[in-house]
């Protein structure tokens, strides 16, 4: 081998060992698989999961993972829909059963890949930081001896001496928050610390996320309340309409506080292309803390809930309870409430149903059971306008009632819905004609049931009531400061270069001294070549060229077309 090929290949190793300690991603060695050995196999395993693509390719299963969650019902979000599924797709149902698909979250295949993406975040993560502490402690490498082969160089003579070129070099760059030293005939700088800093913190936030995610999985509670102008609500689990949990959720996390709804106002635009459309939603409700908490006057909109403790309420659905009054055949008072009706459009057209259980007896004396299907217009448009309310505030208010009577089924021991009614075991009333006796009432009117069986009133006083979502789930302020942080961290990681200069001055057999400055990035990015002319310009006037005879002097430019040593980063 000849000396020059001696030489070219030292190079290459210099120009391999100058760019080695951009990035602190671990270097991945040679393993030769046969004889491997349990500990060598771990060790690959190991090195495999700890690796860059496999926690991105694990990221990847986990977001394809969450898609069946999007799409198919989930058993602890609604189990209803659930059993509805499996009802109208019996082949397909125990498919999905065998798979997981109706608690994808709580899944083995879900929970398998969301554990090897922690531990692979994790051992990514450690050795990195170790090995960015150990940069951060260290100095920039050496100069290598071949300059002129880096991929941004540019040379000049000067007569100034090699001492003051080089402290000139030093204090430039210092100032231009470069980490500097000078190392032997050279000086040393090196900047963009941040970006691997980026990089780091967007790995652990990722972290963050994971454990956030999991904590709100865990513990959280979600519950819904439905509540008429007065009611009030303590927030313990027999006072919910619905609710659903995490599976390590214990009824006593729940945040300890109570609150009454004092009034609902929503208002509506009366005129113009958007009329109806609703302008202001909001609950005046007063709460307290503990059980002995002073109270509070506070209004609740939309999104724009009550936070007490890390529970949140939030204010989602509204509609009219109207005030109904049912009595027997002998005039006695049976049943006197705002019954809340459900909403079936934009205006506010709802239904319900009114159980009267207990108390109630015929003109004969006989105990019945009444159950009256109630329909509610809040605006009624008139002749032709009877299926549906004109306008959602209560402009014309309107009640149309179908009465039942006999056996609710409601001794059964079978739940069934409070919206519903069951007519398996009832009789309608029969108006005067031997139709199905149905009723339009304002405010303030009564129906009369025939047999002298009492009478149906739909007093004046018409209720709002109002929906909550009743909220609490630890690590939701986590998991905002772990995605903030890692938005910070990936733009940091993909917007700084990272990027070493070198700076080297000697004396020539001439006597002049000879300056040479080349830059190295970790990826390929003009910034380097034209951050590298800038910083020769500010070198070349504090050292400034020496003339040839007959010439004048001119500041140096960096070289761009070097081709950069094999093994060097660009």
Same mark, same amino acid.
């Given at each position: 081998m000849s000396k020059t090929d001696t030489g070219t290949g030292r190079d290459r190793k210099?120009?391999?060992?100058?760019?080695?300690? &951009?990035?602190?991603?671990?270097?991945?060695?040679?393993?030769?698989?046969?004889?491997?050995?349990?500990?060598?196999?771990?060790?690959?395993?190991?090195?495999? *999961?700890?690796?860059m693509r496999v926690a991105l390719l694990l990221l990847l299963l986990l977001s394809l993972g969450a898609i069946p969650g999007s799409l198919i019902p989930q058993t602890g979000a609604d189990a209803t829909k659930v059993e509805d599924f499996r009802a109208a797709h019996k082949t397909l149902a125990p498919v999905y059963d065998k798979l997981g698909l109706f608690h994808v979250y709580s899944s083995v295949w879900f929970s398998a890949i969301y554990i090897l993406l922690f531990v692979s975040l994790i051992g990514c993560i450690i050795p990195r930081t170790w090995q960015f502490v150990g940069q951060l402690r260290g100095r920039p490498p050496g100069a290598p001896k071949r300059l002129d082969r880096l991929p941004a160089?540019?040379?000049?003579?000067?007569?100034?001496?090699?001492?003051?070129?080089?402290?000139?070099? *030093?204090?430039?760059?210092?100032?231009?928050?470069?980490? =500097?030293?000078?190392?032997g005939d050279a000086v040393a700088a090196e900047k963009g610390y941040l970006r691997e800093l980026g990089n780091l913190?967007?790995?652990?936030?990722?972290?963050? *996320? $994971?454990? =956030?995610?999991?904590?709100? /999985?865990?513990?959280?509670?979600?519950?819904?309340?439905?509540? +008429?102008? @007065?009611? @009030?609500f303590s927030n313990a689990l027999p006072m919910y309409d619905d609710f659903k949990s995490g599976s390590l959720f214990e009824p006593d996390d729940l945040v300890p506080y109570s609150f009454d709804l004092e009034d609902f106002k929503g208002t509506y635009e009366l005129t113009g292309p958007n009329r109806g459309t609703p302008r202001t939603f909001q609950a005046k409700i007063r709460y307290s803390e503990g059980a002995y908490g002073k109270e509070t006057e506070t209004t609740v909109k939309v999104n724009e809930p009550l936070e007490i403790d890390g529970s949140k309420v939030y204010l989602v659905s509204h509609g009219y309870a109207p005030v109904i009054t049912v009595r027997d055949g002998k005039g006695k008072v049976v049943y006197r409430d705002a019954v809340p009706l459900l909403p079936l459009d934009g205006n506010v057209t709802s239904q319900g149903v009114v159980k009267v259980m207990?108390?109630?007896?015929?003109?004969?004396?006989?105990?019945?059971?009444?159950?009256?299907?109630?329909?509610?217009?809040?605006?009624?448009? @008139?002749?032709?306008?009877?299926?549906?309310?004109?306008?959602?505030?209560? $402009?014309?208010? +309107?009640?149309? &009632?179908?009465?039942?009577?006999?056996?609710?089924?409601?001794?059964?021991g079978l739940p069934q819905s409070v919206y519903q009614l069951d007519k398996t075991h009832m009789k309608d009333y029969k108006d005067a004609k031997g139709a199905q006796l149905r009723v339009n009432l304002k405010p303030?009117?009564?129906?009369? *049931?025939?047999?002298?069986?009492?009478?149906?009133?739909?007093?004046?006083?018409?209720?709002?009531? =109002?929906?909550?979502?009743?909220?609490?789930?630890?690590?939701?302020?986590?998991?905002?400061?772990?995605?903030?942080?890692?938005?910070f961290g990936l733009a940091g990681s &993909?917007?700084? /270069?990272?990027?070493? +200069?070198?700076?080297r001055a000697v004396r020539g057999d001439d006597g002049v001294t000879v300056v040479e400055m080349a830059g190295l990035g970790r990826s390929e990015s003009a910034k380097v070549p034209e951050e &590298?002319?800038?910083? =020769?310009?500010?070198?070349?006037?504090?050292?400034? @060229?020496?003339?040839?005879?007959?010439?004048?002097?001119?500041?140096?430019?960096?070289?761009?077309?070097?081709?950069?040593?094999e093994g060097a980063e660009k």
């Amino acid at each position: 081998m000849s000396k020059t090929d001696t030489g070219t290949g030292r190079d290459r190793k210099e120009l391999s060992a100058a760019g080695s300690r &951009l990035s602190t991603a671990p270097q991945e060695e040679a393993v030769s698989l046969p004889g491997l050995g349990v500990i060598g196999w771990a060790r690959w395993f190991w090195r495999q *999961l700890t690796s860059m693509r496999v926690a991105l390719l694990l990221l990847l299963l986990l977001s394809l993972g969450a898609i069946p969650g999007s799409l198919i019902p989930q058993t602890g979000a609604d189990a209803t829909k659930v059993e509805d599924f499996r009802a109208a797709h019996k082949t397909l149902a125990p498919v999905y059963d065998k798979l997981g698909l109706f608690h994808v979250y709580s899944s083995v295949w879900f929970s398998a890949i969301y554990i090897l993406l922690f531990v692979s975040l994790i051992g990514c993560i450690i050795p990195r930081t170790w090995q960015f502490v150990g940069q951060l402690r260290g100095r920039p490498p050496g100069a290598p001896k071949r300059l002129d082969r880096l991929p941004a160089y540019t040379t000049w003579t000067t007569t100034a001496d090699p001492e003051q070129v080089r402290a000139a070099a *030093l204090g430039l760059l210092k100032k231009r928050r470069f980490r =500097a030293h000078a190392a032997g005939d050279a000086v040393a700088a090196e900047k963009g610390y941040l970006r691997e800093l980026g990089n780091l913190v967007f790995h652990i936030a990722l972290i963050v *996320l $994971l454990i =956030a995610f999991a904590s709100g /999985q865990l513990f959280k509670s979600d519950g819904t309340k439905l509540m +008429v102008e @007065g009611d @009030g609500f303590s927030n313990a689990l027999p006072m919910y309409d619905d609710f659903k949990s995490g599976s390590l959720f214990e009824p006593d996390d729940l945040v300890p506080y109570s609150f009454d709804l004092e009034d609902f106002k929503g208002t509506y635009e009366l005129t113009g292309p958007n009329r109806g459309t609703p302008r202001t939603f909001q609950a005046k409700i007063r709460y307290s803390e503990g059980a002995y908490g002073k109270e509070t006057e506070t209004t609740v909109k939309v999104n724009e809930p009550l936070e007490i403790d890390g529970s949140k309420v939030y204010l989602v659905s509204h509609g009219y309870a109207p005030v109904i009054t049912v009595r027997d055949g002998k005039g006695k008072v049976v049943y006197r409430d705002a019954v809340p009706l459900l909403p079936l459009d934009g205006n506010v057209t709802s239904q319900g149903v009114v159980k009267v259980m207990d108390g109630y007896r015929d003109a004969k004396g006989k105990k019945e059971q009444l159950g009256i299907k109630a329909f509610f217009l809040p605006t009624y448009g @008139g002749a032709g306008m009877e299926i549906a309310s004109a306008f959602p505030a209560l $402009l014309n208010p +309107v009640l149309n &009632l179908e009465p039942y009577h006999g056996d609710l089924g409601v001794d059964s021991g079978l739940p069934q819905s409070v919206y519903q009614l069951d007519k398996t075991h009832m009789k309608d009333y029969k108006d005067a004609k031997g139709a199905q006796l149905r009723v339009n009432l304002k405010p303030g009117e009564s129906m009369k *049931l025939p047999n002298g069986a009492g009478t149906v009133t739909f007093e004046k006083d018409v209720k709002e009531w =109002a929906g909550f979502q009743i909220v609490q789930e630890p690590g939701g302020g986590w998991a905002l400061g772990g995605a903030v942080a890692a938005i910070f961290g990936l733009a940091g990681s &993909l917007f700084i /270069q990272r990027r070493r +200069v070198w700076v080297r001055a000697v004396r020539g057999d001439d006597g002049v001294t000879v300056v040479e400055m080349a830059g190295l990035g970790r990826s390929e990015s003009a910034k380097v070549p034209e951050e &590298l002319g800038e910083l =020769a310009g500010q070198l070349y006037d504090r050292a400034p @060229g020496a003339p040839d005879p007959g010439d004048e002097p001119s500041a140096p430019t960096p070289d761009r077309h070097v081709v950069p040593a094999e093994g060097a980063e660009k």
